[in-house]
């Protein structure tokens, strides 16, 4: 459970053994069979979290390359899969654990605006890496 607003930087595609609520896990244990053991998202995570901390809005912000081979990554891959790797995932900590709606709902404007901001700025620079 995220004890921190986290940007996650890319999914995985391999390593799912764990059931979901539905008792369900694929037998391949892999969300794409073929597709690529990892996709980055092309929007640059550590950026974001530089300029969001640099706001000062008292919610710490960090960045991971793991969202754990569960419902969390599974999404994510699939998702920037089918977008080739123009997604974004964001990890929450539960409410008042240890932030409140209004500190975390400042903390997502302010992520959403600076991700929006450096996709319009790079947006003819952005060439996906991702072959499907």
């Known amino acids: 459970m995220a004890t921190t607003v986290t940007l996650e930087k890319c999914g995985h595609n391999v390593g799912y053994k764990g059931l979901d ?11 794409v069979e073929g597709g690529p053991e ?3 998202s092309i929007i ?5 979290c530089k300029r969001v901390s640099a706001l000062g809005l008292d919610v710490a912000v960090t960045i991971s390359k793991d969202a754990g081979r569960y419902l969390c990554d599974f999404t994510y891959y699939t998702s920037l899969y089918q977008s080739r790797g123009r997604s974004a995932f964001v990890h929450v900590p ?11 709902g400042r903390a997502l404007q302010a992520i959403i605006e600076e991700m929006l901001d450096l996709l319009e700025h790079s947006e003819d620079k952005i060439n996906c890496q991702h072959e499907h």
């Open 21 to 31: 609520n539905c008792r369900f896990c694929p037998g391949s244990q892999c969300c």
């Open 38 to 40: 990892c996709i980055d």
């Open 44 to 48: 640059d995570m550590d950026t974001v």
């Open 94 to 104: 539960p409410l008042g654990k240890p932030y409140s709606a209004e500190q975390l």
